[in-house]
């Protein structure tokens, strides 16, 4: 008889005798133990290869984003992944990513990270000067931009979120009058 992981009272049930909680499994018609409250979607791994990458998320001006790992794409809850394009001796609008931490990680070209440091006095704006191989972690609401200074070669970087979702909330400046932190 088939176990049916929505069925929490099913067959199949058992205890986890190593679990102090009595946390509820289920066996899979393959014999694995798994948690009860997991569904059958995401009790397996999801690739995403570079024809099913979306094109239609949040965009800036001067880049083009599309997702690989998200809630639309495989099901993730908690993480958003994908990739952004800079074209040759392009700047992006200025823009934040929410309450969304970024991580990024440059695959080609040479972009530059603009944002302004307002640790002192007067704000400065700032300029990180990156190539592959390099990591740049965004704060939550810091507004920034992404800039391409090659005339010849487009930018290309991974991103990953914190969010299920890509969060981009474009403005008009990289000060941050019109930051809302919600």
């Known amino acids: 008889m088939p176990v049916h992981p929505s069925d929490p009272t099913g067959p199949g049930l058992v205890r986890d005798p190593s679990d102090a909680t009595g946390a509820r ?8 133990l798994v ?6 979607f995401h009790r397996t791994l999801h690739h995403v290869a570079p024809s099913g990458l979306i094109g239609r998320t949040s965009q800036t001006s001067g880049m083009t984003r599309v997702e690989a790992i998200s809630g639309k794409t495989v099901g993730a809850r908690n993480l958003w992944m994908g990739q952004t394009h800079v074209t040759a001796a ?3 609008g200025d823009h934040h990513h929410g309450a969304s931490e ?3 990680y440059v695959v080609s070209g040479h972009p530059v990270f603009v944002f302004l440091d ?3 006095h007067e704000p400065v704006e700032h300029r990180i000067e990156t190539g592959p191989g390099d990591y740049v972690f ?6 920034h931009r992404e800039e391409n200074p090659d005339p010849d070669t487009e930018a290309v970087v991974v991103i990953a979120r914190t969010t299920q979702e890509a969060i981009v909330v474009n403005l008009d400046g990289l000060d941050w009058s019109g930051v809302e932190l919600r």
């Open 118 to 120: 307002v640790e002192g």
């Open 25 to 32: 499994l289920v066996r899979t018609p393959s014999g694995v």
């Open 35 to 40: 948690p009860a409250g997991v569904d059958p």
């Open 138 to 143: 965004v704060p939550p609401f810091v507004p």
């Open 102 to 104: 970024t991580a990024i």
């Open 90 to 92: 392009t700047a992006s």
